[in-house]
């Protein structure tokens, strides 16, 4: 059996809110392993809204996520989401606390992020924030996916998050003068989680490319001094690695549109974009409730130095919006 791991971020552009990076680890026969999964769950999931007929739509999480509502705008990233959990796991998912449990949600420095959440006034009182979904409907979609993946001898083995609020972003760019080069770092950590857990496995990693790089050696080196490393290719397209020991064998690949490519990669996408899109909720309602008729924000530049401006013309404590934990360097 092979194991395949996708991993993808979301809130990279952003100047509000997390970056926040997830992996989804599929195990899979190994002659299925160069197919496509969209195909062969075909049963259970789909790319197009259109086409789901109440199956699981699974893509890259910018086709899905809807502007202009204030409802429903993120409903099939939550649907996926909580979907391929109650696949993993048929534990009761009902509050942001428990969906970060069940995602295994930890910072980078391996602390619990509900510790980490409730530092930020805004973020207090994540841990029984409810989830509003409904409950029927993930429990027959998560059951024709288990059913679909059983027939295809497919588990969907984990979904893990790893959330990067404000305050410590800045501190790591402060210390790496790099934002590429934080957001790797969680992808790094990922990427040496599952070596760890599945290292005995034909192991497959797949990652969204970040900021069109190309090569990934050296950074891929340092992190596994210990192994062979083959560059079987670097393009634009796609850049994968090799790496042995006398005993294990992993590969890497970095894919160019990989959320639109990768099934695995899609549902990383997803995951991560929920869980941002849910922090940014507790952010603006915080927000909103101090400063009526304030209008809420994405966090992506244009507009999150709107809301900063707005922010300036109400009287609020200092502890209420200190910029360190607000705002994230550029």
Same mark, same amino acid.
Not at 26 to 39: A, G, K, N
Not at 109 to 129: F, T, V
């Given at each position: ?13 952003? =100047? ?23 195909? =062969? ?290």
């Amino acid at each position: 059996m092979a194991v395949i791991v996708g991993i993808d971020e979301a809130g990279y552009g952003p =100047i509000l809110g997390p970056l926040v990076v997830s992996a989804a680890i599929f195990e899979v026969p190994d002659d299925l392993i160069d197919r496509s999964l969209w195909e =062969i769950l075909r049963k259970s999931v789909c790319k197009q809204r259109s086409a789901s007929n109440g199956r699981i739509v699974i893509n890259d999480s910018k086709k899905l996520y809807t502007t202009g509502r204030s409802h429903g705008k993120y409903d099939c990233l939550q649907r996926g989401v909580l979907s391929g959990l109650a696949a993993i796991d048929r534990t009761a998912i009902r509050t942001f606390g428990q969906l970060l449990q069940a995602l295994d949600g930890v910072d980078d420095i391996g602390k619990n992020c509900l510790d980490s959440l409730s530092e930020y006034p805004w973020y207090a009182c994540a841990s029984d924030q409810p989830l509003k979904f409904d409950e029927d409907d993930i429990a027959t979609a998560a059951a024709a996916l288990v059913r679909d993946m059983r027939n295809n001898n497919i588990r969907l083995k984990a979904i893990w998050t790893r959330p990067l609020l404000a305050g410590r972003f800045n501190e790591m760019v402060q210390t790496l003068n790099n934002k590429a080069v934080v957001s790797f770092s969680l992808v790094a950590q990922l990427i040496y989680q599952a070596y760890q857990k599945h290292n005995r496995a034909n192991l497959q990693i797949v990652i969204d490319k970040q900021s069109g790089r190309s090569h990934y050696r050296d950074q891929l080196q340092r992190m596994f001094p210990d192994l062979n490393m083959k560059i079987l290719k670097e393009h634009d397209a796609v850049s994968s690695y090799h790496l042995t020991d006398s005993s294990r064998s992993m590969k890497i690949h970095f894919l160019q549109n990989g959320d639109q490519r990768q099934l695995p990669i899609a549902l990383a996408s997803m995951t991560s974009k929920y869980l941002r899109e849910l922090l940014m909720e507790m952010l603006n309602t915080y927000f909103q409730r101090h400063c009526p008729g304030i209008t809420p924000t994405a966090g992506y530049y244009k507009d999150g130095c709107r809301f900063l401006a707005d922010l300036e013309k109400f009287n609020l404590a200092p502890n209420l919006a200190p910029e360190f934990l607000l705002v994230r360097r550029k």
